[in-house]
Nanobody, 123 residues
């Protein structure tokens, strides 16, 4: 099966930037959509961004214009570039793969998950 490992999280002040990486391994990686989700303490996991098989991208309204999802097929890695960070972006960020069907932003519709990387934005 596919294994996902996130990196790039850390602490940053409001207005700063971070770039998260998701390294994927597995022979079928190229057939999977990739997504980023986040979960803050006391909150449900929510979809942040996704890049689907056809190359289309989707973003949560809260991050549009600030976050960009991309991938490097030669490295088997997806990225989430986060700019103009806000304190409300503070959360554990998870990489996901294998979008199944329906709304992309619903966690149960994804088959594989990484362990997460913490992002903390201070004001």
């Amino acid at each position: 099966q596919v294994q996902l490992v996130e990196s790039g999280g850390g602490s940053v002040q409001a207005g700063g930037s971070l770039r998260l990486s998701c390294a994927a391994s597995g022979s079928t990686y190229s057939t999977y959509s990739m997504g980023w989700f986040r979960q803050a303490p006391g909150k449900e996991r929510e979809g942040v961004a996704a890049i689907l098989r056809a190359g289309s991208t989707n973003y949560a309204d809260s991050v549009k214009g600030r976050f960009t999802i991309s991938e490097d097929n030669s490295k088997g890695t997806s990225y989430l570039q986060m700019n103009s960070l806000k304190p409300e972006d503070t959360a554990m960020y998870y990489c996901a793969a294998q979008y199944l069907s329906g709304p992309w932003y619903e966690p149960p519709r994804w088959g594989y998950w990484g362990q997460g990387t913490q992002v903390t934005v201070s004001s």
